[in-house]
């Protein structure tokens, strides 16, 4: 094997493997990425043996080949090189070359056969969406997915395409996200998969907006296809709950509040919360939110006062700040809406405008005063 490539391209498309790479492994094998090399375009693939990426990338080719290479290494040392051209060799015994014009570096590598094979056989295609919808599914859900390997159904985001709309949703029991893209348009037979987090993640991080992800899939596994790059990932198996039976329907105390100044104001109190339960309190009356914190620990208590938008009842419940806050950040408007019923249950959080083409909800359970 020998090819030239330059030192951007190639490291570009380095980095789009090494956070497939797993940090722990038994599988010595599982910290290379396979390289394949015919007809002017080098074939990388890097698997975790739950997601597989595979690159098409293409090459100033000499001589066809197979090997396995070190990833993190080999990044690591392509990283640094100048941005001029780099020729890669194969010797003997899989040892690799790097050739720069001011230097060359070998490392040793592996059998490629020892490799594990691409997966998915037989792949439909089930949806096509742009690269800006695709991102936008996964940045406001992926916050939410539950980091409980006891409940694996909720580790993944839930994915829900029909002839009308397409969906994303995440929970880990304490908040739900979801957004519900209308100007989607599929086909008649509705699929949805629960997808894990990372692999959705890894996508929309190598994705452009205006580019046009396809999704397919076969068995248990997914395929998303990114131009010339395409994601293989295992499906999360099991049913997912029941969402919509949680969102409350008739939560008719709103509160709207500008999300700014009500993010800095929880961001601060929250640093006398407790750091176990992260509690800070609402008080609600009339035109104003008491925003409170305190820790009988370290004796700390701080306490702001917010102007708000609210005609209810007085009225006091307890958050987790973080959840609060993380549910701030997705908010893309001046304004944010809480749509409340009582201190004891879940209230529902949107921006108070957003786009026609799709609707965005989380919700947030309340927590324990103390």
């Known amino acids: 094997m020998k090819f030239t490539i330059n030192q951007d391209l190639f490291s570009e498309v380095l980095q789009k493997h090494v956070p497939v790479i797993p940090v722990r492994t038994t599988l010595p094998i599982l910290n290379s990425i396979k390289w394949d090399l015919a007809d002017g375009k080098l074939k990388m693939h890097s698997t975790d043996l739950e997601i597989t ?15 396995a290479v070190p990833a993190r290494k080999l990044s690591e040392i392509v990283r640094e090189l100048p941005r001029e051209p780099i020729s890669v060799s194969v010797e003997e015994n899989f040892r690799i070359k790097i050739q720069g014009l001011t230097g060359f570096y070998h490392l040793a590598g592996s059998d ?36 409980d390997d006891m409940r694996p159904t909720l580790c993944g985001i839930f994915l829900q395409a029909t002839s009308s709309d397409i969906r994303a949703v995440s929970t880990d029991g304490h908040r739900l996200s979801k957004l519900v893209d209308t100007t989607y348009k599929g086909e008649e037979k509705p699929y949805e998969a629960i997808v894990p ?5 890894l996508a929309a991080k190598n994705i452009r907006d205006d580019a046009d992800i396809k999704v ?34 008739s939560n008719s105390i709103l509160l709207t509040a500008n999300v700014e100044a009500l993010n800095a104001s929880v961001r601060r109190v929250a640093i006398f919360s407790n750091s176990l339960s992260r509690q800070v309190r609402f008080a609600l009356s009339e035109g104003q939110i008491l925003v409170t914190a305190e820790d009988n620990e370290t004796g700390g208590e701080a306490e702001e006062r917010l102007s708000v938008d609210y005609q209810g009842g007085e ?11 993380e549910a701030m950040r997705q908010i893309d408007a001046e304004d944010v809406k809480f749509s409340i019923g009582t201190p004891d249950s879940a209230c529902i959080i949107e921006p108070l405008s957003q786009d026609d ?14």
């Open 53 to 67: 990426l595979v690159t098409d990338t293409e090459v100033d080719m000499e001589e066809a080949g197979s090997v």
């Open 112 to 147: 490629p056969d020892d490799f594990p094979a691409v997966p998915g056989d037989n792949l439909q295609q089930r949806f096509a969406i742009t690269g800006k919808c695709f991102k936008r599914m996964v940045e406001k859900t992926s916050f939410a997915v539950s980091r």
């Open 197 to 201: 987090v990372k692999a959705l993640n």
């Open 216 to 249: 397919f899939s076969s068995g248990n596994y997914l395929m998303i296809e990114l131009d010339s790059d395409f994601l293989y990932t295992r499906l999360i198996e099991g049913k997912y709950p029941q969402y919509e039976n949680v969102i409350p329907k």
């Open 315 to 325: 009225m006091l419940i307890g958050y987790n700040a973080n959840y609060v806050l």
């Open 357 to 370: 083409d799709y609707n965005f909800m989380m919700l947030l359970m309340p927590v324990r005063l103390t």
